[in-house]
């Protein structure tokens, strides 16, 4: 099976773009989650989903922060404009069953 | 709600030395514990968990956690430490039920001396 994809590994862009995170879930699984990583803050939850369906985006940090998740094997995170506070680790996960989540490979995002 | 700590951001041991890594949880409802260990570059994998069954439950490579709910514990050991054990390791807790959300511990950095 394969696991959670992320793309890409590594974005570097310039403040004031627009940067766009993919994810593709493990398939079966009706739960994503995306995270932030950074050594001042440590994991972030930012939002999840169920059956495609935001439940909690409270972890978003602002509104240039969005989500969407159009069907079962696909998300995307956009930040728009970027800043280079947003620089940092983000990962998503999906589960299942269990509340287990598996965790893809992240991509890492630095903004200049 | 739920919260974890982690006792220790730094951990050193010797190969072949016990690895104690600690966990206290909070949670308002039955929980159910994890943890994961992540590896350099790479994202976050699951060792172990425990969900209302067996309190002591064994994980992948060696790892095993008992959940001890009169101290709220759920520490994550091992007996003979491998240099390829190095790595960060998070606790994570979630309310179970209907809830789906973990919430991480801010993790325990490991590092196992030849």
């Known amino acids: 099976d394969a696991g959670v994809i992320q793309s890409p590994r590594h974005e570097v862009t310039e403040m004031g773009q627009e940067v766009t995170l993919r994810c593709k879930p493990i398939?079966?699984?009706?739960?994503l989650f995306w995270y932030r990583q950074t050594m001042m803050r440590g994991l972030e939850l930012l939002i999840y989903?169920?059956?495609?369906?935001?439940?909690?985006d409270s972890g978003m940090p602002e509104d240039r922060f969005s989500a969407k998740m159009p069907n079962a094997s696909f998300s995307t995170l956009k930040i728009q404009p970027s800043e280079p506070r947003d620089s940092a680790v983000y990962f998503c996960?999906?589960?299942?069953?269990?509340?287990?989540?598996?965790f893809g490979p992240g991509t890492r995002l630095t903004v200049t | 709600a739920q919260s974890v700590t982690q006792l220790g951001s730094h951990v050193s041991v010797s190969e072949g030395a016990l690895v104690l890594l600690r966990c206290n949880y909070s949670s308002s409802v039955p929980p159910y514990l994890f943890w994961y260990v992540q590896y350099p570059n790479q994202g976050l994998q699951l060792l172990l968990k425990y969900t209302s069954a067996a309190t002591l439950v064994k994980g992948i490579n060696g790892f095993e956690a008992e959940f001890k709910k009169s101290e709220t514990s759920f520490h994550l050991t091992k007996p003979s430490a491998h240099m390829s054990d190095a790595a960060e390791y998070f606790c994570?807790?979630?309310?179970?039920?209907?809830?789906?959300?973990?919430?991480f511990g801010s993790g325990t950095q490991l590092t196992v001396l030849p």
């Open positions: 994570a807790v979630s309310a179970g039920g209907s809830a789906r959300q973990l919430t």
């Open positions: 996960a999906s589960s299942r069953e269990h509340y287990e989540q598996y």
């Open positions: 989903f169920n059956n495609n369906v935001p439940i909690d």
């Open positions: 398939s079966g699984h009706n739960s």
